[in-house]
């Protein structure tokens, strides 16, 4: 994991210190979690990925891909909505994301409903 946070800093061209100063940790904290002098805790490890827009488990380790899961492992059914998502232009990717948190919300809205009646 360790070797993990340090290749993230490195590719994103970032010091040491710009990451503890961004992730609101000092210098010498940061320097023992991406040396492996200190276990990082969790809850900094999740502050890492969302910074660097990856997932824990390729913070881990457990994967190289950085956003996680692989294509390979969902269903057939998710894997074609991806495919199709990726061909989309930014415009209707936009369209798309908007109407899917329209769905969510709707989604939501029906089962608070529900519960209520419930």
Known sequence: MYKRIKDLREDNDKLQKEIAIDLETNVTQYQRYENGKREPPFNFIISLAN??????????GRTN????????????????????????????KGKLELFMQQLVEEQENENIKIKEVG
């Open 51 to 60: 910074y660097y827009k990856v997932s824990l488990d390729y913070i881990a």
């Open 65 to 92: 891909d950085k956003k996680g899961l692989t294509k390979s492992q969902l269903s057939e059914d998710v894997s074609h909505l991806v495919k199709s998502y990726e061909f989309l232009s930014e415009k209707r």
